[in-house]
């Protein structure tokens, strides 16, 4: 066998120009195989046919084959490291930030409008004096009936008009509250007089829904109790709330007699129509008035259900309507859309 060592020259001369023109890393891969290999690579059988040559061969075809060698693996390396640095430099290149761009806007959602006008309502009677409080939405019949003095045969209590819990699930007595009176009973059973609380939240009805009606709405309960308070100062309260929350100084609120088993005596609270600001207009049924409310002065048998002594304390109490207002005030004219989750509906306020 011969080999002569000349065609190593020529083997490194091609492999020079092939090293120039290649862009990838998988091409110089490729190119690292055509050459050291193990089965097929140009260098690698060179390398392993010295064996057979004689030893003059060995001695100058080796260094001929060596010399290639070293120079090839210093070339593909050298090349390596470049390809490897153009990626980086493309990559931070792509993922340079700029920050003269402008931001992308995220579409602000915002607070429902019975959240709205709940919000404010609690606002101005913060300023005024009252504590916000909670309770629960799953009532017993206690707190929600007997203490708020509505007889067992009240129809309030019967199937047709509450959500009635199954006893085997919840325990005896256990319903969806149908009223936030439910909360004063609560609040005057773990304080001491006099207080002023509001009390917003959701409350419940077995109710068939049409456009009035839904078997969920929101109330706002208000009680006041202290040594002297007066069901003229529940009309000064009230009064300034609306004055406060349709931002109008004219509007002004009046009593008619009522019946409420919580209150002696009763009212049911209109205040000046906010559509047509008394003059009379289809919303109100051209009475210029529009009912928002029921209150009354805190029924003496209530205050001793919670261990208050009605001979020394005395106060108002108000339910009243969040829904009803609402939809008057932005011209809702189905209840139902309130809770319907409907965005087309709720972007427009
Ligand atoms: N709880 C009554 C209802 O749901 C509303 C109400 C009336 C609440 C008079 C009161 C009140 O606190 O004094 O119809």
């Known amino acids: 066998m011969h080999i002569d060592p000349k065609q190593f020259e020529h083997i490194q001369k091609e492999a020079a120009t092939e090293l120039a023109h290649i862009v990838t890393r998988e091409d110089l891969e490729r190119l690292r195989l055509k050459y050291f290999g193990r089965k097929e690579g140009v260098l690698t059988g060179a390398l392993r046919s010295l064996k057979d040559l004689s030893e003059e061969e060995k001695k100058t075809v080796g260094h001929a084959v060596h010399t290639v060698k070293l120079y090839l693996e210093e070339a593909l390396a050298k090349k390596e490291r470049a390809l490897i640095e153009a990626e980086l430099h493309d990559q931070q290149r792509k993922e340079k930030i700029d920050v003269t761009a402008p931001g992308k806007k995220i579409p602000a959602g915002h607070l429902h409008p019975l959240t709205q006008l709940i919000d404010k309502a609690c606002d101005i009677f913060i300023a005024m004096g ?14 929600n009936f007997d203490a708020l003095n509505v007889p067992k045969d009240h129809p309030a209590r019967d199937m047709q008009d509450t959500f009635w819990l199954d006893p085997a699930v919840a325990g005896p007595g256990m319903l969806l509250r149908t009223q936030t009176s439910s909360v004063q009973i609560r609040y005057m059973e773990t304080h001491e007089p006099p207080f002023r609380i509001i009390a917003p939240g959701r409350v419940f009805r077995s109710e068939a829904t049409d456009a009035t009606h839904e078997a969920q709405f929101y109330q706002i309960e208000g009680l006041m109790v202290g040594k002297d308070v007066s069901l003229a100062n529940a009309k000064a309260v009230l009064e300034v709330f609306f004055q406060r929350l349709l931002a109008n100084k004219k ?21 000046t129509c906010f559509k047509c600001f008394g003059k009379k207009c289809a919303v109100c049924k051209r009475t210029g008035w529009l009912e928002v409310a029921g209150a009354g002065m805190v029924h003496p048998k209530v205050l001793e259900n919670v261990g208050i002594d009605a001979r020394e304390w005395q106060g108002f109490a108000f339910g009243a309507a969040p829904d009803r207002i609402a939809m008057t005030r932005y011209g809702i004219d189905d209840i139902r859309l309130m809770y319907g989750g409907d965005m087309r509906f709720l972007k427009q306020f």
């Open 130 to 143: 009252f504590a916000v409080v909670e309770g629960p939405e799953v009532e017993t019949e206690r707190h």
């Open 251 to 271: 509007i002004s609120i009046r009593f008619r007699p009522s019946y409420f088993p919580f209150t002696e005596p009763s009212v049911e609270m209109d205040v």
